[in-house]
T-cell receptor, first 116, second 109 residues
Framework: DAGVIQSPRHEVTEMGQEVTLRCKPI?????LFWYRQTMMRGLELLIY????????DSGMPEDRFSAKMPNASFSTLKIQPSEPRDSAVYFC??????????????FGDGTRLSIL | AQRVTQPEKLLSVFKGAPVELKCNYS??????LFWYVQYSRQRLQLLLR??SRESIKGFTADLNKGETSFHLKKPFAQEEDSAMYYC???????????FGKGTKLTVNP
């Protein structure tokens, strides 16, 4: 089991460019989470999906960020246009069920994003 | 909103010594509580969860509702315990976890 798969592992691009991060959750997991990790703010939840439907996007910093989950096996996080302050490590995680049913979140390796 | 405080960014102990990683949270209800760990070159993963009352790799976590604390403890630290540890309480009544900024534990030989 490869677990949660994220791509790319590293991305370096110039400000103003569109950035697309990809995530393949563990098969059978109904919940998918996108997090951002920075030195200043730590690990923050951006958005999460349940059965492909966005449930809470209150952590998305601004309209430049968007996330989609077109099917149960794929999600994208898009930044357009990108800015240097978006530089961070972005994690995707999936879970087979809700927190209160004792289900852990399984994390991917993350995408290290650098906006120049 | 839930706030999490892990007061020590760095913690260094010697092998065989007891270790305690502190965590305080703000939500005064009954949130689900978790500790996650990231070993070098590995993914962030669940270490233990309060609801299971479990001991994993010799670690236990004590909930003190009055102090809203969920400290992680191990009586005898091992070198392989060196890692980043994150306390993660639930955002009250939601599916969201709020992660602390983490404590980097180093266990010296």
């Amino acid at each position: 089991d490869a677990g949660v798969i994220q791509s790319p592992r590293h991305e370096v691009t110039e400000m103003g460019q569109e950035v697309t991060l990809r995530c393949k959750p563990i098969s059978g997991h109904d919940y998918l989470f996108w997090y951002r990790q920075t030195m200043m703010r730590g690990l923050e939840l951006l958005i999460y999906f349940n059965n492909n439907v966005p449930i809470d996007d209150s952590g998305m910093p601004e309209d430049r960020f968007s996330a989609k989950m077109p099917n149960a096996s794929f999600s994208t996080l898009k930044i357009q246009p990108s800015e240097p302050r978006d530089s961070a490590v972005y994690f995707c995680a999936s879970s087979p069920g809700p927190l209160r049913s004792n289900q852990p979140q399984h994390f991917g390796d993350g995408t290290r994003l650098s906006i120049l | 909103a839930q706030r999490v405080t892990q007061p020590e960014k760095l913690l260094s102990v010697f092998k065989g010594a007891p270790v305690e990683l502190k965590c305080n949270y703000s939500y005064s209800g009954s949130p689900e509580l978790f500790w996650y760990v990231q070993y070098s070159r590995q993914r962030l993963q669940l270490l233990l969860r309060h609801i299971s009352r479990e001991s994993i790799k010799g670690f236990t976590a004590d909930l003190n509702k009055g102090e809203t604390s969920f400290h992680l403890k191990k009586p005898f630290a091992q070198e392989e315990d060196s890692a980043m540890y994150y306390c993660a309480p639930e955002e009250g009544g939601s599916e969201k976890l709020v992660f602390g900024k983490g404590t980097k534990l180093t266990v010296n030989p």
